[in-house]
């Protein structure tokens, strides 16, 4: 009995001191409103989508958003970064860390930095959590609505298993990949399909080495601007798969890129373009020479569309 009252005292005592250490840490104590300078368009979009956007101070080029720019990673602008006077700056996982100067500066002024992974999906499945987490208070928006969101998107997909194995492609010259450990990959994983392609990371392939693979389709999946034009499939890779009977459907995409809540709108999108490739295809009574082709242009209009759907 003694010893069993000792090692009920002992936890108790671990968990105060747990819970003294979480209530004194920075992002729990303060009572100041949140002044967010983020590195990264996925966790500047999370933390818009978190309802924080007027808590959002500074911002790369690249995040959609009317905060001044703060520069990047690469270039960091200090001066205007220290006008806006952010109390937490948020930068994406990687290797490198944060700048040895923006370190610096920031511990001088007190502000806080947090490292928030942004590369599997489950990264991307936790990401909302994670930003609230880093801000230390509940955010306007639960994050949970954004996870749910993004779950019901990954449920299976009857498509996805028709067209699988597959190849996801980001680049058709060169021929560039998703790997088998991208969050896009994994997102086709957890709706139903299969790839062709065991490799990591994003392999530039020749065409010898995507077609040894077998696919039984290839998804093209482009996200810029100036890739817009070419996301029409009618050279050499269409040329090579209706040869072979293989499936290609050509997609811009940007939504699928982005690793935050824009990929759950890309998702939705994705799902319906392909579920519509699927009865065109069992529709059609051509030779599997003349393999149909598919190309998805995601606007602004059907994004709007998609975003007001409950």
């Not at 818009?48 to 905060?67: D, F, H, M, N, Y």
């Not at 520069?71 to 220290?82: I, R």
């Not at 994994?186 to 399909?193: E, K, L, P, V």
């Not at 065991?198 to 010898?208: H, W």
Request: proline share 7%.
């Amino acid at each position: 009995m003694r010893q069993a009252m000792l090692v009920l005292l002992m936890a108790l005592a671990v968990a105060a001191c747990r819970q003294e250490d979480a209530g004194t840490s920075p992002a729990h104590l303060s009572d100041q409103p949140p002044r967010i300078a983020s590195f990264s368009p996925a966790l500047s979009a999370t933390v818009i989508a978190l309802g924080w956007e007027k808590s959002l101070v500074g911002r790369t080029p690249w995040c959609k958003s009317t905060a001044p720019i703060v520069g990047s990673l690469n270039d960091v602008d200090l001066e205007t970064l220290a006008r806006m006077k952010p109390n937490l700056i948020l930068i994406q996982q990687t290797r490198s860390g944060a700048p040895a100067q923006l370190e610096q500066v920031a511990r001088e002024k007190g502000w806080r930095i947090e490292f928030i992974s942004v590369t599997s999906l489950d990264d991307i499945r936790y990401l909302p959590v994670a930003v609230e987490h880093a801000v230390g208070k509940p955010a306007p928006i639960s994050p949970q609505l954004l996870t749910q969101a993004l779950e019901k998107e990954l449920t299976m997909c009857q498509a996805a298993q028709k067209l699988s194995p597959a190849i996801l492609l980001y680049s058709e010259e060169p021929i560039g990949a998703f790997g088998a450990d991208t969050y896009l990959a994994q997102a086709w994983n957890a709706m139903g399909g299969t790839l062709a392609l065991t490799n990591k990371g994003n392999p530039n392939l020749s065409m010898e080495e995507l077609f040894a693979t077998q696919p039984k389709s290839i998804i093209v999946i482009v996200g810029t601007v100036g890739d817009k034009d070419h996301a029409r499939p009618y050279g050499v890779l269409s040329d090579a798969c209706a040869k072979r009977g293989v499936s290609l459907l050509s997609l811009y995409a940007p939504q699928l890129l982005l690793p935050g809540p824009e990929f759950t709108t890309g998702l939705s999108l994705f799902r319906a373009e392909i579920q519509k490739f699927c009865v065109v295809q069992a529709q059609s009574i051509q030779a599997p020479c003349t393999t149909p082709v598919h190309t998805l242009e995601v606007t602004a209009e059907k994004l709007s569309q998609f975003a007001k759907k409950p």
